[in-house]
């Protein structure tokens, strides 16, 4: 027995299982867009607000992740469920508003039952009536309401309507409880296999009773004669354009062709579609950067801003569009139902080296950011594929390595040709999931003294209906996470800069250079480069030198690589700062590719980045553990500094091994 401790706003939490509509309902009640897909382990963390002021509703408002029982089988479904008892920062909820998919009621209703035992105050929402309806069927509210023995009420959750029934019978709901202190069973589920039997014969009387199948009032008495169970009237009419694409998409051989061309017209599509875009900005902070310097003059304070902030920051910034695209297209397919199918068609495959389909949303989480997908692999129940998921996670190509990839692709390809672009950003990608599996299948054969786990595993996904998808929603989902790329990435980016141009611009020893003959912007220029050489920047960079030189580069590339270590996006604005950018004349971009073009190897003749050094800084970002946020979050769900210290001794050390192969064999080959 739990008290119900006095809180301060009394809480009103919403429940459901995955796929029912309970982040939709909850965007509803509080205005918010948080972002809603279609496969288990999208949601990982709370969401809580408050109701709508025009509700007149106060009370704190909380979304927590999808649970199908009170029974948890994943550690994200155990901090969900002990909450609902004693949430640390809330309280135990005055009013529990479940979610139930109308058309899998007999799978939902479990839930319900379970948290009346528990003597929760509960109101039922039904959803996806719709899709019950074009199924031929149709479900009685109030006839549920009485058998359940709960308030019950109806939401669409794309046109909002029900709603304001809903917030009717919440007043009613809040009103009824009074402020003495509530008791609350936490009840552990007897699952005995007779007693589960039970249970769902009991619920399966209860939907044979309040969904009936849509007739004319004529035919109503002989519909309701032949009623049967609602699974048996499914399975009788199942949706078929579901189940027509699904034999070509789910297909062993050709579904996987489609799913790599799919991907592949998807980086195509970042690469071409975004370059106007990314022209803009580029011009635009290169004529601010600019105009900064030509304010400020040639002194610290404008250097600093023009070089030191503007330019770092512009060079970063170019690659949002990218971004943007990224997450735009991974919306509209997440929207459509088809991410859940590729968690099917790599679950084979997966299930080879030692993992499952439902490591698959984490993994596709990782290409936006590891941190986000770190945290998902908690709804991996079994606790070596947890962990085995989480180690090779940083191998996945994430947003932040966008623009380094783009930069070095620039560098070898035209900007206009799109399409080989597209084919090297699609072929890197390929290459990071292919390392990835064949590095987890590496890992598994040694789990003993790497993971340390035993493997115990199973794979279950519901496959919600192919839906069209619905812009709006995509859209704001997408600002969402372009706000929060850059919320994590700008402070980060500014700071370094910072830290990177006060390296770059002192001790400012002021060499003495011959300016016969110069004006006053190429003294300047002249001073800057001679600056740069002296620097702290320049002083560190020699300790890298013996490193460096093994894969053909210098204290420059090293620093700018030490930069990354602490966020990935910060190596180009380490490059910019470096090579004192400003785009006087040109654009950031091309300024930056043009010095990378004359820039040489000090002391000799030989140019600093060709084609096989490119290739060779793509290797070395692909495979090396570069992030110091994603560490950190490593050791919290691992429990321990082990992995993540494994994480950085075996992916930076590989990546670096890698790197010294490609540029070294390239060069052999005549690609120097």
């Not at 031929?136 to 023995?149: N, P, Y």
Request: proline share 5%.
């Amino acid at each position: 027995m739990i008290a119900n401790t006095t809180v301060s706003t009394p809480l009103v939490t919403l429940v459901g299982p995955p796929n029912s509509g309970k982040t939709t309902l909850f965007n509803l009640l509080s205005g918010k867009n948080f972002k809603t897909v279609n496969y288990p382990g999208s949601t990982i963390e709370y969401n809580s607000s408050h109701f709508l002021p025009k509700f007149d509703i106060n009370c704190n408002l909380l979304d927590s992740p999808g649970i199908i029982s009170l029974v948890p089988s994943s550690p994200d479904e155990t901090i969900t469920i002990n909450s609902l008892y004693e949430h640390p920062k809330f309280g135990i909820p005055k009013l529990v508003i479940v979610t139930v998919d109308s058309s899998q009621l007999s799978r939902h209703l479990l839930l319900v039952k379970q948290l009346l035992s528990s003597n929760f105050s509960v109101i039922i929402v039904l959803t996806m009536a719709d899709i019950l309806k074009k199924k031929g069927f149709t479900i009685s509210a109030s006839m549920l309401e009485e058998k359940i023995g709960c308030k019950v009420v109806k939401i669409d959750g794309r046109t909002g309507k029900g709603i304001e029934d809903l917030i009717t019978v919440v007043k009613q709901q809040l009103q009824k409880e009074n402020d003495e202190v509530t008791y609350l069973n936490k009840i552990v589920p007897n699952l005995h296999a007779e007693n589960v039997l039970n249970h769902f014969k009991e619920i399966e009387a209860i939907e044979n009773e309040v969904v009936n199948q849509i007739a004319d009032e004529k035919d109503l008495r002989r519909a309701n004669e032949k009623l049967t169970t609602l699974s048996q009237k499914l399975q009788s009419k199942p949706d078929s354009f579901t189940l027509k694409l699904d034999k070509i998409l789910l297909h062993p051989i050709w579904g996987l062709v489609l799913f790599l061309f799919i991907t592949g017209a998807m980086f195509t599509s970042i690469f071409w579609l975004a370059l106007p875009l990314m022209e803009l900005v580029d011009e635009s902070f290169a004529s601010l950067a600019n105009l900064a310097s030509n304010y400020f003059g040639y002194n610290w304070y404008g250097d600093l801003i023009s070089d030191g902030i503007i330019s770092s920051a512009g060079a970063v910034l170019i690659f949002v569009p990218q971004i943007v695209i990224l997450f735009l297209i991974l919306g509209f397919l997440e929207d459509t139902g088809y991410l859940a199918r590729g968690a099917m068609l790599i679950d084979k495959p997966l299930s080879k080296i030692g993992l499952n389909g439902r490591s698959f949303v984490p993994m596709l989480s990782g290409f936006a950011c590891a941190i986000p997908a770190i945290l998902a692999a908690r709804t991996i129940s079994n606790r070596k594929e947890r962990l085995l998921t989480i180690f090779i996670i940083p191998l996945m190509s994430c947003s932040a390595r966008l623009p380094v990839y783009a930069l070095l692709i620039a560098f070898i390809i035209p900007k206009e040709n799109f399409l080989m672009g597209g084919f090297i950003f699609s072929f890197i990608y390929l290459f990071s999931i292919i390392s990835s599996v064949i590095i987890a299948g590496i890992i598994n054969k040694f789990n003993k003294s790497i993971i340390r786990e035993e493997d115990n595993s199973s794979f279950i996904l519901e496959l919600p209906a192919y839906k069209i998808p619905r812009f709006s929603s995509v859209y704001r989902n997408t600002i969402s996470s372009t706000k929060a790329y850059l919320k994590e990435a700008g402070p980060v980016i500014i700071t370094f800069s910072i830290i990177l141009w006060a390296l770059t611009y002192f001790p400012n020893t002021n060499p003495q250079i011959d300016i016969t003959n110069l004006s006053p912007e190429e003294v300047h220029e002249v001073q800057k480069m001679e600056r740069v050489s002296t620097s702290y920047a320049a002083q560190i960079g020699k300790f890298t030198e013996p490193i460096m030189k093994p894969i053909g580069m210098d204290w420059r590339i090293g620093v700018s690589l030490i930069s990354a270590f602490v966020a990935r996006e910060v190596f180009v604005s380490a490059l910019v700062l470096i090579f004192k950018i400003t785009g006087d004349e040109e654009t950031l971009r091309d300024s930056l590719l043009n010095a990378m073009r004359n820039a040489e190897i000090e002391g000799t003749n030989q140019k600093l980045f060709t084609p096989s050094t490119i290739l060779g800084l793509i290797v070395f970002f692909v495979f090396a553990m570069q992030c110091l946020s994603t560490v950190a979050v490593a050791k919290k769900e691992t429990g321990s500094w082990r992995i993540p210290i494994l994480q950085i001794l075996i992916f930076s050390g590989f990546a670096y091994f890698a790197a010294f192969i490609t540029v070294n064999g390239l060069r052999l080959l005549g690609f120097a």
